[in-house]
């Protein structure tokens, strides 16, 4: 078994990027103040951070201390060694792909579902990760427009296979 973590980043410098997607989660998604500051994830495994991020313009790894230095919450999942080297395939095919952006100002903002075949957000490259970890069910389709906030929620409240799986949460501040 291994130990997979969804490192959650709470964002405290209000960057208009990152105001719209807070008051997109808080008023649009209806999730309270604290879940809504939750505005980028990534996946850590066995000392690599896989995501997709803004400032990297697309799907990215790199190699991070844990647990990670800002603030950060963190739901951990014990998953089959083959679950996490599938994850870590996965996350490795699809490095290159940009950034999605059209994604963020139409689902996070204005709610307007549309994906691009070719691009990611974070919240939704995670949620495949967690499909092939098998922390959330396999059958589960593609989230469009997932954020942040929402895979947290679904994570921690939702479609989880509870008999195999436990979650440890930790929180961490500066």
Same mark, same amino acid.
């Given at each position: 078994m291994k130990k997979i973590h969804f490192c959650f980043y709470k964002e405290y410098k209000r960057t208009t990027v990152t105001k719209s997607i807070y008051l997109a989660q808080k008023y649009l998604q209806g999730f309270d103040e604290d879940i809504s500051k939750l505005i980028h994830v990534e996946v850590y495994i066995d000392g690599t951070s896989y995501t997709s991020s803004m400032n990297s313009n697309g =799907?990215? #790894?790199?190699e991070r201390n844990f647990p990670f230095e800002e603030s950060w919450e963190i739901l951990s999942f014990d998953v089959e060694n083959r679950d996490a080297e599938r994850i870590k395939q996965f996350f490795e095919s699809q490095m290159g792909k940009g950034y999605d952006y059209l994604n963020i100002v139409l689902n996070q903002v204005f709610n307007v579902n549309t994906q691009l075949d070719n691009k990611w957000i974070c919240s939704e490259i995670c949620f495949e990760a967690a499909k092939i970890g098998k922390i959330i069910t396999p059958e589960w389709t593609r989230m469009v427009g997932m954020s942040p906030a929402a895979l947290y929620s679904h994570l921690l409240y939702g479609d989880i296979n509870k008999g195999k799986r /436990? =979650?440890?949460? !930790? #929180? !961490?501040? /500066?």
């Open positions: =799907v990215r #790894k790199r /436990n =979650v440890d949460i !930790k #929180k !961490k501040s /500066n």
